[in-house]
């Protein structure tokens, strides 16, 4: 029997961090079983779903390695809406669903409680189909259904205590249990790998495989993620969409092998690792099956490091999209005429080794682009103090004269300067630093004024000078 997986994600918003987690799992399992993928959009909310988010959908899985053509589909489920209301009817024709014109306040009424589910009233009544009537799967009275789950065991749920849950609504259209279960069946899926947030629907779902004569999948029921506080992830309250990280400038390869870590670890107390490693070493049975923590600074950090594991020309061509401010990465501050690519390729190994995030890169090279720097108020005020005006006119006196411009001469001329005033060269760079690029922080000084030239470094510093006045 061919594996056949299915991830399918619903239009309803930004690709979500745990979708591609999930999406990854199915992939992997697929290829470790010679399997297929199979990708199903699940567009039947009308009212939710925009063809825009589809396309987050399909560009985001591109992104992350399940690239476009390398698997089936996409199938989309609103296309299989006749499959969808076939199966209705059917379950009606044999006796498995009955219809129902109860009203919530009927069955509260009943029931005297808003908490009830449905109470079977029109189980034998013998209401035939009509406008306003819902169609309900009759559930069993007695006995369990045992769900085969490859990272949970055999959750049971006792039949008496799942409602004749409506299967499809009083104007005719299928919910999305039973479209759900009819996709999988029409698309002839062995392993159902998804959010534990479903596992509540499993029963349920299981019940519809079994009236409709179709040996149920085997199911995977991955856990939820949730943040620092245990919460699940939430699009209200935490940074979820996939598209945020990329134009953030998380680097595909730091992300996919950060999502693979949740709720799972390849061998040796490794967690950065090669991809193929985790395509060996991944098993689904393996998936810890309790809440993972979606750690941001964590994936920072892997990111830093997937970062500077590149190929210096790689990462140069990593950071174009923030250099450039293409597509929906905002642009930089200075204009595209102002950008020196032979400059910034003086300067891409120093900015390498400092950046968590490619869109870090630039406020650490706005200052070689713009023809003035963009000054940090809070950093001139915290640095420019009593003798920085004298500072930097020594500064200025020593760099005009100074030989050759090069980051060894400057630093040892300052180191001079400042030792003329008992200062170390952290304190003498300090005045200078914020007067050239405008901030506290940033790439190694000297380097940057070699980079950024002696007239360009020194009209800067007489700038400053001038406002210290
Ligand atoms: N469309 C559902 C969702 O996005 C997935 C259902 C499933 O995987 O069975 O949550």
Request: proline share 6%.
């Amino acid at each position: 029997m061919t594996v056949r997986v299915r991830f399918a994600p619903s239009p309803t918003g930004m690709f979500h961090v745990g979708g591609a987690r999930s999406a990854l799992q199915n992939w992997i399992y697929a290829k470790q079983q010679g399997g297929v993928f199979v990708l199903r959009i699940e567009d039947t909310d009308a009212a939710r779903n925009k063809p825009e988010w589809t396309e987050g959908i399909l560009s985001a899985l591109d992104w992350i390695g399940i690239s476009r053509g390398s698997y089936e589909g996409p199938y989309f489920q609103s296309q299989n809406a006749g499959e969808h209301r076939a199966a209705a009817a059917r379950l009606y024709e044999s006796g498995r669903a009955y219809y129902c014109d109860c009203t919530r306040e009927d069955v509260q009424a009943r029931t005297g409680s808003q908490y009830q589910g449905y109470d079977g009233y029109h189980r034998d009544l013998g209401l035939g189909p009509g406008e306003g009537r819902a169609l309900r799967f009759r559930t069993p009275d007695e006995g369990a259904t045992v769900v085969v789950d490859l990272i949970r065991g055999e959750p049971t749920f006792e039949n008496r205590l799942i409602e004749d849950f409506v299967i499809a609504r009083g104007d005719g259209s299928p919910v999305f249990l039973l479209a759900n279960v009819v996709d999988d069946m029409t698309m002839g899926i062995t392993h159902v790998i998804r959010a534990e947030e479903h596992l509540p629907n499993t029963p349920k779902q299981q019940l519809l495989w079994d009236a409709l004569g179709v040996k149920p999948p085997v199911w995977a029921h991955v856990p939820v993620v949730v943040n620092e506080k245990r919460q699940k992830l939430s699009k209200r309250r935490d940074k979820v969409a996939l598209e945020a990280y990329r134009e953030e400038g998380y680097l595909a390869g730091a992300m996919r092998n950060y999502l693979m870590l949740l709720g799972w670890a390849p061998s040796g107390d490794r967690e950065i690792v090669p991809w193929s490693v985790i395509e060996d070493e991944f098993r689904l049975e393996e998936v810890n099956p309790s809440p993972a923590f979606f750690d941001e600074k964590k994936l920072r950090a892997f990111n830093g490091e997937y970062i500077r594991a590149l190929p210096v020309a790689e990462f140069i061509d990593a950071c174009q999209p923030w250099l450039t401010g293409t597509g929906t990465i905002a642009p930089p501050p200075w204009q595209p005429e102002e950008f020196d690519a032979e400059a910034f390729a003086a300067v891409a190994p120093l900015a390498q080794t400092r950046l968590a995030v490619l869109s870090e890169i630039v406020p650490n090279v706005d200052f070689l682009f713009l023809a003035s720097p963009l000054i940090d108020e809070a950093a001139w005020t915290k640095t420019m103090k009593d003798g920085s005006a004298e500072l930097l006119d020594s500064a200025i006196t020593a760099f005009e004269t100074l030989e050759s411009w090069d980051a060894e001469s400057l630093k040892s001329t300052l180191e001079a300067v400042g030792a003329e005033r008992g200062l170390k060269l952290g304190k003498t760079q300090a005045p200078v630093r914020v007067a050239v690029t405008g901030r506290t922080v940033g790439l190694p000084l000297f380097e940057s004024l070699e980079v950024l030239g002696r007239e360009r470094s020194l009209t800067r510093m007489r700038a400053a000078r001038l406002r210290l006045v």
